[in-house]
């Protein structure tokens, strides 16, 4: 019976041992993300305060944000790339996020309070946080010896397209611009000639309008936000004679241009 007993309390305690570790570590997840939030709301009350949108909470940016904060807090100082570790706008694009620009704010505080106050009075770090171009932010928040690490990633996100989905996105604002001029919807068809084109292009139109007979014009452009149309291709939606488009849309992100960055190439026909 006592041999019995015993077995029961080592049962125990080896149940403890595994979960007073899980519970702790659930306990320090809770707590980082309830910090988090709460820097994110002092964040959009200060853009409130100042008249401005405010902030949408980004996920992917927020895993990316706690992956550097663990970083800042594992290297026990401040910086946007440490050894090894990619850039901003890499680490964003890594995490799925879709967008045009970003930015980054660290802070190494004792509390929430004080971070948005130290944040706020850093000119550079400001002008994030007040920045129009931006509508989402991701943070991270990451305690080590009784101070916090804090990593605030924003991003002026826009949604995820397939090539596809945003040639078909395209097309229908062309059409869309036609209508509204009085002009009828033309015939348009994808080209795999012009999709390989807008994947090497340099934005050079007659790069590409030598490989197409019968194109009486071509343009290339960029475009990270289908419904807003350059103008050049505004130019041909009013075209009345216009009856053919050919087109094609390569995905290709890139520090300068953009994560969200496509490449287009179309050519009209009469």
Not at 205 to 212: D, E, G, Q, Y
Request: with cysteine.
């Amino acid at each position: 019976m006592n041999v019995l007993f015993k077995k029961k309390c080592i049962l125990f305690a080896l149940l403890l041992a595994v979960m007073f570790p899980l519970r702790s570590v659930a306990a320090s997840a809770s707590d980082s993300n309830s910090l988090a939030r709460q820097v994110f709301d002092l964040l959009n009350r200060e853009r409130e305060t100042a008249q401005l949108q405010k902030l949408n909470w980004n996920e992917r940016a927020a895993g990316t944000a706690l992956a550097h904060a663990v970083l800042l807090a594992k290297n026990k100082r401040l910086s946007h790339q440490f050894a090894g570790e990619s850039g901003v706008p890499e680490r964003l694009g890594h995490s799925g996020v879709r967008f045009i620009s970003s930015g980054e704010n660290l802070a190494l505080v004792d509390d929430v309070i004080e971070a948005n106050v130290a944040l706020m009075n850093s000119p550079g770090h400001r002008a994030n946080i007040l920045n129009r171009d931006y509508n989402a932010v991701g943070i991270g928040v990451v305690q080590r010896n009784g101070r916090m690490y804090v990593a605030e990633d924003f991003v002026h996100s826009v949604p995820v397209y397939s090539e596809k989905e945003f040639l078909e996105a395209v097309v229908g604002a062309f059409n869309r611009a036609r209508d509204a001029s009085g002009k009828t919807s033309v015939e348009v068809r994808g080209d795999l000639r012009l999709h390989n084109s807008a994947c090497a292009s340099v934005g050079i139109p007659t790069l590409v309008s030598t490989n197409l007979a019968g194109a009486l014009e071509v343009v290339v452009f960029t475009l990270s936000e289908p419904h807003e149309l350059p103008e050049r291709l505004a130019r041909q939606a009013s075209d009345a004679m216009l009856k053919r488009m050919n087109i094609g849309v390569c995905f290709r992100p890139d520090r300068k241009l953009g994560n969200a960055n496509f490449w287009v190439a179309a050519a009209f026909g009469r």
